[in-house]
């Protein structure tokens, strides 16, 4: 019981990162944080201490279960015609950035790329995640919309927020050669001039921290 209530209040900003996937989609934000905190509790329930297995992997999928329990009552989400468009672009962008890079491109990136705000890429990106259902053919009007099936690439999700927490649990200098390699995209020379390292130090401690990371989030 003791372990249950710490890790429920541990992760309520997992509840919240999994509500805020949902905003805006036909259901308030109190009753999607509201259905998220109960499956944040059933996955504490539930859990077994035991194994070797991070929190978050288990929980995720659970929150979501609950959350989509919601709009499988209350019916489809509306997705407007403008936001269709920019899933659209923002999928195109990725997948030329992937091909070109071999990498896939970050949000802020896309979001530079798109000219718009990294919440609309979000919510973009949600749009490109969804199958769609169309059930009436598009006009001039911006307010028009679609019907979509709420099912969620609960898996992605999962992935993100360990890969999060893995490095979060990083040190200092550790967890900034990161942010700049990855998350500002800098070279490896820019890093390495950052961080007063040469470029080899970093090549090297970076390696060893993808491996750290990679069997963190296998385990």
């Known amino acids: 019981m003791k ?3 710490i890790e429920i209040e541990k992760n309520l900003g997992l509840v919240h990162a999994c509500c805020k996937r949902f905003k805006n989609r036909g259901i308030e934000y109190e009753d999607l944080y509201s259905a998220g905190c109960l499956g944040l509790v059933k996955a504490a329930k539930n859990f ?6 991070q929190f978050s992997t288990y929980a995720v ?29 923002a999928k195109k962008i990725s997948d030329e950035y992937k091909k070109e890079t071999g990498c896939d491109i970050s949000v802020k990136l896309l979001a530079e790329k798109l000219d718009t705000t990294v919440e609309k890429t979000m919510d973009a990106l949600n749009c ?5 259902s169309l059930t009436g053919e598009y006009d001039d009007d911006n307010s028009s919309e679609l019907d979509i099936p709420v099912d969620s690439t609960e898996e992605k999700l999962t992935e993100s927020m360990s890969l999060n927490q893995a490095i979060e649990q990083l040190d200092v200098t550790d967890k900034s ?13 820019q890093t390495a001039q950052m961080l007063g390292m040469t470029q080899v130090q970093v090549s090297r401690r970076e390696k060893k921290i993808l491996l750290s990371i990679r069997q963190k989030l296998t385990v």
């Open 3 to 5: 372990n249950q209530n």
């Open 48 to 53: 077994d201490f035991q194994r070797n297995v």
């Open 61 to 89: 999928p659970v929150i979501l279960g609950e959350i989509k329990q919601l709009f499988r009552e209350s019916g489809t989400v509306k997705v407007s015609r403008s936001l269709k468009e920019l899933s659209l672009k």
């Open 128 to 132: 490109c995640q969804f199958p769609l």
């Open 177 to 189: 050669l990161i942010t700049l390699r990855y998350y500002k995209h800098k070279t490896q020379s």
